[in-house]
């Protein structure tokens, strides 16, 4: 009986044992479980604040404003650290998990306005959200994960070249296409030290041919093709390798934006492009408009100041005319129809191309003899420091230019001659006034 009665205090105390560490570790799967939901929770409320504030900017640059009251939030000015701080805020309740767990997220987004929303201050004081994702445990006790983040406008050009239908990109003669960081070398055609191979060529096909990349190659499943001396691979790639599979992907996408509309457009209405040579010297962001711009001869169009051209028709520069960008300039350039820069093309002096944007608006092909039909023609043998953009038409590159910036097209078409492209790494952070950009994430925080 006494060595009965020891096993059963013994066996009790090991099942009491048992049962303990039982309900501990369901304790612990429930708090892992209602972590991970509230994780969840707290990243829904990042989708709609982002969602929303896309709405608001939409709204704003179309000319009317958010309702931000009628969807739910509650609008306060705080003063914190002695500066008043816009703040909108809502809850969201109602969550239930499969497990039967309620839950709930507390939405905060400071710097909402409608001037938070749009240049200067989207940049340098850009909205900012807090997301608490609550999930309560079974026992009531609530387990509460908060993601903060500072949201700011997308960047459209994140590749050296980009487009977006079939038959898409092509380059048919040597072309060299790298990369390199505007902020470690100002001007980098002086050094190649800067060089590196993080250039990205995105479209549904490519056709490489002759180019040499030195990066990757993204396309919509199709392998691109080759012909003699095309190679896509990074500078670490063995010599005798000439198409580095590694570096060759089947997911292209390139980022479309729409360009605003006249009416939408940011700045200061300052009046018509002057006929001939000519200097434009705005102190703050000016709009200037033309029906066509035609730069031939000897003329010269200077930009002092930052500036947004709209030419309702078609936009040209021949012969050795050229636009000048000075190093207080900045220029975009917004074309209804055709587009040809030749002749002395843009001498942006900045060295930036950030700076200086050609945007076409027209889906139309025009005649470009002998080179057959394309929306926008580029050929001209000054350095161009800047970006290209024609969601809806191609664009062709003739003769041997040499780009600093990035490219976008719906058809890319690298036409003729022995150019090279070399992408600004910096692009990837760069946003224009002139299109309707939606807000990403910009810097991303789990703070408990």
Same mark, same amino acid.
């Given at each position: 009986?006494?060595? @009965?009665?020891?096993?059963?205090?013994?066996?009790?105390?090991?099942?009491?044992?048992?049962?303990?560490?039982?309900?501990?570790?369901?304790?612990?799967?429930?708090?892992?479980?209602?972590?991970?939901?509230?994780?969840?929770?707290?990243?829904?409320?990042?989708?709609?604040?982002?969602?929303?504030?896309?709405?608001?900017?939409?709204?704003?640059?179309?000319?009317?404003?958010?309702?931000?009251?009628?969807?739910?939030?509650?609008?306060?000015?705080?003063?914190?650290?002695?500066?008043?701080?816009?703040?909108?805020?809502? +809850?969201?309740?109602?969550?239930?998990?499969?497990?039967?767990?309620?839950?709930?997220?507390?939405?905060?987004?400071?710097?909402?306005?409608?001037?938070?929303?749009?240049?200067?201050?989207?940049?340098?004081?850009?909205?900012?959200?807090?997301?608490?994702?609550?999930? =309560?445990?079974?026992?009531?006790?609530?387990?509460?994960?908060?993601?903060?983040?500072?949201?700011?406008?997308?960047?459209?050009?994140?590749?050296?070249?980009?487009?977006?239908?079939?038959?898409?990109?092509?380059?048919?003669?040597?072309?060299?296409?790298?990369?390199?960081?505007?902020?470690?070398?100002?001007?980098?055609?002086?050094?190649?030290?800067?060089?590196?191979?993080?250039?990205?060529?995105?479209?549904?096909?490519?056709?490489?041919?002759?180019?040499?990349?030195?990066?990757?190659?993204?396309?919509?499943?199709?392998?691109?093709?080759?012909?003699?001396?095309?190679?896509?691979?990074?500078?670490?790639?063995?010599?005798?390798?000439?198409?580095?599979?590694?570096?060759?992907?089947?997911?292209?996408?390139?980022?479309?934006?729409?360009?605003?509309?006249? @009416?939408?457009?940011?700045?200061?209405?300052?009046?018509?492009?002057?006929?001939?040579?000519?200097?434009?010297?705005?102190?703050?962001?000016?709009?200037?408009?033309?029906?066509?711009?035609?730069? +031939?001869?000897?003329?010269?169009?200077?930009?002092?100041?930052?500036?947004?051209?709209?030419?309702?028709?078609?936009?040209?520069?021949?012969?050795?005319?050229?636009?000048?960008?000075?190093?207080?300039?900045?220029?975009?350039?917004?074309?209804?129809?055709?587009?040809?820069?030749?002749?002395?093309?843009?001498?942006?002096?900045?060295?930036?191309?950030?700076?200086? @944007?050609?945007?076409?608006?027209?889906?139309?092909?025009?005649?470009?003899?002998?080179?057959?039909?394309?929306?926008?023609?580029?050929?001209?043998?000054?350095?161009?420091?800047?970006?290209?953009?024609?969601?809806?038409?191609?664009?062709?590159?003739?003769?041997?230019?040499?780009?600093?910036?990035?490219?976008?097209?719906?058809?890319?078409? =690298?036409?003729?001659?022995?150019?090279?492209?070399?992408?600004?790494?910096?692009?990837?952070?760069?946003?224009?006034?002139?299109?309707?950009?939606?807000?990403?994430?910009?810097?991303?925080?789990?703070?408990?």
């Amino acid at each position: 009986m006494l060595v @009965a009665l020891c096993l059963t205090v013994v066996l009790g105390i090991a099942v009491i044992g048992y049962v303990a560490v039982c309900a501990r570790t369901m304790e612990m799967s429930n708090r892992s479980f209602c972590t991970t939901s509230s994780v969840q929770l707290a990243e829904i409320g990042v989708e709609e604040a982002l969602w929303t504030l896309n709405k608001a900017s939409q709204a704003y640059v179309g000319g009317s404003s958010y309702g931000w009251s009628g969807a739910g939030w509650t609008l306060t000015t705080p003063t914190i650290n002695g500066v008043p701080v816009p703040t909108a805020t809502k +809850t969201l309740t109602g969550f239930v998990s499969n497990r039967g767990l309620q839950g709930s997220v507390n939405i905060k987004i400071e710097y909402y306005s409608n001037n938070n929303l749009i240049p200067p201050l989207c940049y340098t004081q850009p909205p900012t959200i807090t997301s608490d994702g609550i999930s =309560q445990m079974p026992d009531g006790f609530p387990i509460d994960k908060q993601l903060k983040l500072t949201a700011r406008p997308a960047a459209l050009f994140t590749k050296a070249v980009g487009a977006y239908t079939s038959t898409s990109f092509t380059i048919n003669w040597i072309c060299p296409l790298d990369s390199y960081e505007t902020h470690v070398n100002l001007d980098p055609a002086s050094s190649l030290q800067t060089r590196k191979d993080e250039a990205i060529v995105s479209a549904p096909t490519v056709s490489v041919n002759a180019a040499n990349i030195s990066g990757y190659v993204a396309t919509a499943g199709t392998a691109p093709t080759y012909t003699t001396g095309g190679t896509v691979k990074r500078a670490d790639t063995p010599g005798d390798v000439t198409r580095d599979l590694r570096y060759v992907f089947t997911n292209a996408n390139q980022t479309l934006f729409d360009i605003l509309a006249d @009416a939408n457009l940011p700045g200061t209405y300052a009046g018509a492009v002057p006929s001939g040579t000519a200097t434009l010297s705005p102190t703050v962001l000016s709009r200037y408009t033309a029906t066509n711009l035609f730069l +031939t001869g000897w003329t010269t169009l200077t930009i002092d100041g930052p500036a947004i051209i709209v030419v309702s028709g078609d936009f040209y520069i021949g012969d050795t005319a050229k636009i000048l960008i000075t190093a207080n300039g900045s220029a975009q350039i917004i074309v209804g129809g055709s587009t040809y820069i030749g002749g002395g093309g843009v001498d942006n002096r900045t060295k930036l191309p950030k700076n200086l @944007a050609v945007m076409s608006r027209s889906a139309g092909s025009y005649s470009w003899s002998p080179d057959g039909y394309y929306t926008a023609k580029f050929e001209t043998s000054t350095p161009f420091y800047g970006v290209i953009y024609v969601p809806n038409g191609s664009l062709s590159v003739c003769g041997n230019p040499t780009i600093y910036g990035a490219l976008a097209a719906n058809v890319v078409d =690298q036409h003729y001659g022995n150019g090279a492209i070399h992408y600004d790494l910096d692009l990837r952070k760069a946003v224009f006034s002139t299109l309707n950009t939606p807000f990403d994430v910009a810097q991303w925080l789990v703070s408990n």
